[in-house]
């Protein structure tokens, strides 16, 4: 990993403030100017009331970021291990979030792209929204509430909440879990290339609990 002049600022691997200077090997809060390698073990808050401005992060332990409280990236970076957002996740880096990912009333926003790896998975839960470009080749599940976003879906979509945007979907969208029925509502426009596939099970005649069912509000049309 290129390093900025400051150098890389490895997280002490103990449940912490990201604020508190001592939490960190360099015994600074890391900024705007910083590459962050937070390892396995490691666990930080971003509390409300904070933000914390870096300029790439690699990650392998547990991020979380609090209602009210921001992380902002400028450059490309990798987040593993376990990321929370309840607050905002923002800024002009494109993102791969190869880990486990939760979105609880959280928002992803700003200029950059979002991709979340194969092996990886992001729950989404109450009013949560992602303002970026959207790539999913993992698993997303959306099991209660509305997640506002436009979807690329190259891995498994499932659920039983709402996603409010557009969908294309080139994999697997399985409303419900996969393996047990729901209804996943699209506030928007679907579209099935392909090699999609529209996984529904069927074991009766009403809807979200003798079968899953694909509720779509826009148009619906397949390339």
Do not use: C, E, H
Not at 23 to 47: E, H, Q, R
Not at 196 to 216: E, K
């Amino acid at each position: 990993m290129q390093l900025s002049s400051s150098g890389s600022l490895r997280a002490v691997p103990l449940g912490a403030a990201w604020d508190v200077a001592g939490n960190w090997s360099k015994g600074s809060v890391p900024g705007v100017n910083d590459d962050v390698l937070i390892n396995s073990g490691a666990s930080l808050v971003i509390s409300s009331g904070v933000t914390a401005s870096i300029r790439t992060l690699v990650s392998t332990g547990t991020i979380t970021v609090s209602t009210g409280g921001t992380l902002s990236i400028s450059n490309a970076s990798t987040i593993g291990g376990t990321l929370n957002i309840s607050g905002t996740l923002n800024g002009a880096a494109n993102l791969t979030l190869s880990g486990t990912n939760t979105l609880s009333g959280g928002t992803i926003s700003g200029t950059g792209t979002l991709s979340l790896a194969p092996g990886a998975s992001l729950t989404s839960t109450g009013s949560s929204s992602i303002s970026r470009s959207f790539t999913n080749s993992g698993t997303l599940d959306i099991p209660s509430g509305t997640l506002t976003a436009s979807l690329t879906n190259l891995g498994t979509l499932k659920g039983s909440g709402t996603l409010a945007g557009n969908l294309s979907n080139a994999a697997t969208l399985a409303p419900g879990n996969g393996t047990t029925t729901g209804i996943l509502t699209i506030s928007g426009n679907y579209t099935q290339t392909s090699s999609g596939t529209l996984a529904i099970q069927a074991n009766g005649t009403t809807a979200g609990t003798d079968y899953s069912q694909l509720a779509v509000s826009g148009t619906s049309s397949t390339v």
